[in-house]
């Protein structure tokens, strides 16, 4: 074999597909090629006013809506000179846990667990285990729903707005939620109690694992950027530390960090950066799963994902407890100059939105860096060394390895080409 073509992957949100050459010397060079057409967001953003950002962020992802519009909010917030009320930022912290919950059960339940359990899709997946599927769609149920208490409705939410809310939710609008959080949570351990005994191939990435941390909590919205390696900063020094490239075969540009390394975002490495935040109940469920903290196994994220839903249950009911109800209407933003940026745990991981305000407060320019966007060249590495190990496989079992490399980072590659340099 010279060459492997895989032109469109299976299980992934967007269009996307992978080649792999042979060198003569025995060498392996692997491409994520990205082939959907560019969406060119950021282009539709410039000129428009600042309090319109948030609603059109939030139509990057029909997944991971929440994300990208909680990033836009706090982005203009920074931008405006806005303090948003701490009753904000906990439903802020409430709709991703939703989110979490929604995305994480559809990729590990759906898109990925077929990998170990060698069908081919997701509806030979509910002939052969109907009941871990029907978990599954439980839990993405109660993520929805929380969505759509909190954002006015579960995809491309509408009532996240700088500085505040439109409408508040009211108490018992939220606390109905608690008897189904509880189910959730209950199918998410035992969906994690089954997942531990899935085949997982052994394997070390080799990428520097980065993400948000905070002194306080399990990162989601708030926080500084650190990376194993010790870098740590803030999401106003984001692009000084993280460089995006234009490579020939990919409609979306390449992160990396600024000394040229490679990196990777996602469950696995807010996990192992991020381990000492977790509840006790959670570290434990997580350790009877077999995953240590020092974890840096692809496959294994698809047991992150679970011990991120068990979280997000347990810290959507710790959030939808403690509310006692609408706090001050929010204060609308002033019209100013400036420049503002954020960073957010997306499903997929690290999340970076950066809007430049003109003085009558319309957007001069825009900057967004998905996960997947700096994932990139991550699952390139994996495909080369997982596939320098078996390259006297079939070429069969070379294409579904890697294939499998990319789900492991369920990549959203609509995400991803929001942008294009001409």
């Known amino acids: ?9 299976t299980r992934v949100e967007g269009e996307g597909g992978v080649s792999i050459a042979f060198a003569a010397e025995g060498a392996v060079t692997a491409r994520m090629i990205i082939h959907e057409p560019p969406r060119l967001f950021e282009s539709f953003l410039v000129g428009r006013s600042h309090r319109e950002v948030p609603d059109m962020a939030a139509r990057i992802c029909g997944i ?28 802020h912290r409430l709709i991703l846990c939703g989110e979490w919950m929604e995305s994480h059960a559809l990729h590990a339940v759906l898109m990925h667990a077929p990998d170990f359990l060698g069908v081919a899709d997701p509806f030979e997946m509910a002939r052969s285990h109907r009941k871990i599927v029907q978990r599954g769609l439980q839990i993405k149920r109660a993520g929805n729903e929380i969505k759509a208490r909190i954002g006015g409705r579960p995809i491309h939410p509408v009532n996240l707005r700088i500085g505040g809310v439109h409408r508040s939710p009211a108490p018992e609008g939220l606390h109905d939620l608690i008897p189904t959080l509880g189910l959730a949570r209950q199918a998410a351990l035992e969906t994690l109690a089954w997942a531990k005994n899935l085949p997982i191939p052994e394997y070390v990435t080799d990428a520097v694992l980065a993400s948000l941390t905070s002194e306080e909590e399990y990162p989601m919205s708030l926080g500084e950027v650190i990376t194993e390696t ?19 075969y990919s409609n979306a540009l390449q992160s990396r960090l600024a000394d040229g390394r490679h990196f990777a975002v996602g469950p696995l490495a807010r996990f192992a950066l991020n381990f000492d935040r977790l509840p006790p109940e959670v570290q434990a469920a997580a350790k009877a799963a077999g995953l ?3 974890c840096r196994n692809p496959f294994c994220s698809i047991l992150v994902r679970l011990v991120e839903i068990v979280y997000a249950c347990g810290e959507a009911l710790r959030l939808i407890e403690a509310y006692r109800g609408p706090g001050p209407s929010a204060t609308p933003p002033p019209l100013r ?20 305000l003109d003085p009558s407060g319309n957007v001069a320019a825009a900057r967004i860096v998905t996960p997947t966007a700096m994932n990139q060249r991550a699952v390139e ?10 390259k006297d ?3 069969q079992a070379l294409e579904l390895l890697g294939e499998r490399a990319v789900r492991n980072y369920d990549p959203c590659i609509s995400c991803s080409v929001h942008a294009l340099r001409m």
Request: proline fraction near 5%.
């Open 292 to 294: 240590t903290p020092d």
């Open 393 to 395: 496989s079939s070429r």
């Open 1 to 9: 074999m010279k060459r492997i073509d895989i032109r469109g992957m």
């Open 381 to 390: 590495s994996d495909i080369e060394g997982l596939v320098q190990s078996a």
């Open 337 to 356: 100059q400036g420049s503002g940026r954020s960073c957010v745990e997306a499903p997929r991981g690290l999340l970076f939105h950066r809007y430049t």
């Open 230 to 248: 010790g870098e740590r900063f803030p999401a106003e020094a984001f692009e000084s530390h993280i460089e995006e490239r234009q490579v020939s």
């Open 64 to 91: 991971c809506p929440a994300s990208h519009q909680v990033a836009a909010c706090q982005a203009m917030e920074a931008a405006a000179g806005v303090q948003a009320p701490e009753y904000v930022r906990s439903l």
